[in-house]
């Protein structure tokens, strides 16, 4: 059976607010893989995908250093997490 999680349960998991996982999700390269299901209102994602997702769109620690300098602010994972 897929584990499943809402919107709001993955954006509070993340410390973001959900509209920042909508914009994901909207975007044309490698979108947040966000699912509805019916009459659904805030849409789910499948763990799984969602892990796949967030190992090609994150930056490791050392990798974002590397990238960004010292990491101060709130810049990073790929195009504007």
Do not use: C
Request: charged content about 30%; aromatic content about 12%.
């Amino acid at each position: 059976m897929a584990i499943v999680t809402t919107v709001p349960e993955l954006a509070a998991q993340m410390h973001k607010d959900p509209s920042k996982l909508y914009e994901w999700a909207k975007r044309a390269k490698d979108p947040l893989p966000l699912r509805y299901i019916g009459g659904e209102r805030y849409g789910s994602v499948l763990v799984s995908e969602f892990d796949e997702w967030f190992r090609r769109n994150g930056l490791l620690f050392n990798e974002k250093a590397l990238k960004y300098g010292s990491g101060k602010g709130d810049e990073g994972v790929g195009d504007g997490y």
